[in-house]
T-cell receptor, first 110, second 119 residues
Framework: GIQVEQSPPDLILQEGANSTLRCNFS?????LQWFHQNPWGQLINLFY???GTKQNGRLSATTVATERYSLLYISSSQTTDSGVYFC????????????FGKGTKLSVKP | ETGVTQTPRHLVMGMTNKKSLKCEQH?????MYWYKQSAKKPLELMFV???????ENNSVPSRFSPECPNSSHLFLHLHTLQPEDSALYLC??????????????????FGPGTRLTVL
C-alpha cells in the first residue's frame, strides 16, 4: 500500500518562529489533506491540497504531486499552534479511505 | 449542531459490556467513515459507508459492528472488547467516497472523537 512519511517527528519552537513540515508519499494521490489535532483529539482541517499552493492566514501549504511531497508552512508561530499535524492521502484508484502519516508533534514555547 | 458530532465523548466499559458509539453529520454528505487512533500508531480506517452501503471493512474484528441506518448517522456497536481496544475512535464524512480525478468532494471532515477505555 501507499506509504506516508512525515518529518520531523517532533519540533520545538519559540513563539514567533517559522517552521516547515514535510510529507512524502509513495504513490499518485487523488486527495491530500493536512490536519491539526488539538490536545482533546479533534482533527481540524487545515488544507485540502492534492496539488498546488494554498494559504490561510499564517499557514500555507504546497503539494508537488509529480515529486510526491507536500509542505506545510507555519509562520509567526503561536502557543495555540501546538499539537500534532497530520498529513493524509487518498491513493488514486483506491476506495476512498485516507492513509495517515505518523504526524509531527509541534510544541511552541512562550 | 454543525459539522460532525460524536457521542459519547468519553466511555469506560468492561470487557463483558455492550455499548454503542454514535456519529451524526450535518453536512449533507454521502460517505461516512470510522477510524481508530491507538497510542503511538497512525490513524487507521475501520469501516467505510457510501450511501448507507458498507464498501470497505479493513479486517476489523467482529467485536466491532458498524451500522449506517441513513446517510446522516453512523453507529459502532461494541461487545466483548479487549483492553487493547482502548483508543480514540473518530468518525468522518465526505461528500463522495471516491473520484477518478482529484475533487474537493473527497475532502473528509472529522468529529471530535470518542475516547474509549476498556477495563
Amino acid at each position: 500500500g501507499i506509504q506516508v512519511e512525515q518529518s520531523p517527528p517532533d519540533l520545538i519552537l519559540q513563539e514567533g518562529a517559522n517552521s516547515t513540515l514535510r510529507c512524502n508519499f509513495s504513490d499518485s494521490v487523488n486527495n491530500l489533506q493536512w490536519f491539526h489535532q488539538n490536545p482533546w483529539g479533534q482533527l481540524i482541517n487545515l488544507f485540502y491540497i492534492p496539488s498546488g499552493t494554498k494559504q490561510n492566514g499564517r499557514l500555507s501549504a504546497t503539494t508537488v504531486a509529480t515529486e510526491r511531497y507536500s509542505l506545510l508552512y507555519i509562520s509567526s508561530s503561536q502557543t495555540t499552534d501546538s499539537g500534532v499535524y497530520f498529513c493524509a492521502v487518498h491513493r488514486r484508484g483506491s476506495q476512498g479511505n485516507l492513509i495517515f502519516g505518523k504526524g509531527t508533534k509541534l510544541s511552541v514555547k512562550p | 449542531e454543525t459539522g460532525v458530532t460524536q457521542t459519547p465523548r468519553h466511555l469506560v466499559m468492561g470487557m463483558t459490556n455492550k455499548k454503542s458509539l454514535k456519529c451524526e453529520q450535518h453536512l449533507g454528505h454521502n460517505a461516512m467513515y470510522w477510524y481508530k487512533q491507538s497510542a503511538k500508531k497512525p490513524l487507521e480506517l475501520m469501516f467505510v459507508y457510501s450511501l448507507e452501503e458498507r464498501v470497505e471493512n479493513n479486517s476489523v474484528p467482529s467485536r466491532f459492528s458498524p451500522e449506517c441506518p441513513n446517510s446522516s448517522h453512523l453507529f459502532l456497536h461494541l461487545h466483548t472488547l479487549q483492553p487493547e481496544d482502548s483508543a480514540l475512535y473518530l468518525c468522518a464524512s465526505s461528500q463522495d467516497r471516491v473520484s477518478v480525478i482529484p475533487s474537493s468532494y473527497n475532502e473528509q471532515f472529522f468529529g471530535p472523537g470518542t475516547r474509549l477505555t476498556v477495563l
